[in-house]
């Protein structure tokens, strides 16, 4: 069995290790770590290297570049630590990270790696707040066509 687990960096999203972890050593299995980075967030990246913004001159290619590059560099080192942690433990694990929006990355990934089962946390929304902020975890669960594990916060 294949496991995919998605980090973005933050304690919520890691909480889906454990359990990623449990079932890949009940399974002879492995895991794969995704991290999606946004192009919203490198551009804000971008605009705050000093390259400009909506009130100073417009943000040059090389400062977005730049943003780019230094995301995914501390993306592949953030995933690679997670990684080792896993690796040390005795399971097998891979890791990538995806440029776009996080949903799509997320499933396409899953797709090309032939994946089993999606392990990812949840903010735990309802109702309005899902509404206004949308749920990664619910679009993952509706389309795309792998089970997926839902873990709440704790």
């Known amino acids: 069995m294949q496991y995919l687990v998605p980090l973005d960096g933050s304690d919520l999203a890691e909480q889906a290790l454990p359990y990623a972890r449990e079932r890949a050593a009940l399974n002879d299995g492995s895991i794969l770590l995704v991290r999606v980075v946004t192009v919203a967030r490198q551009l804000a990246a971008a605009s705050m290297t000093g390259a400009g913004g909506i009130d100073a001159m417009p943000i040059s290619m090389e400062a977005i570049n730049a943003a780019i590059d230094l995301e995914q560099k501390e993306s592949l080192e ?5 990684g080792e942690e896993i690796r040390k433990a005795g399971l097998k694990v891979e890791w990538e990270v995806r440029q776009g929006i996080p949903a799509d990355e997320i499933i396409a990934s899953a797709r090309a790696h032939n994946i089993d089962v999606i392990v990812i946390t949840t903010h735990g ?30």
């Open 78 to 82: 953030y995933l690679a630590l997670k």
């Open 125 to 154: 929304r309802s109702g309005l707040g899902r509404v206004v902020f949308g749920s990664v975890a619910d679009r993952i669960i509706r389309q795309s066509g792998i089970p997926v594990l839902v873990i709440g916060p704790k």
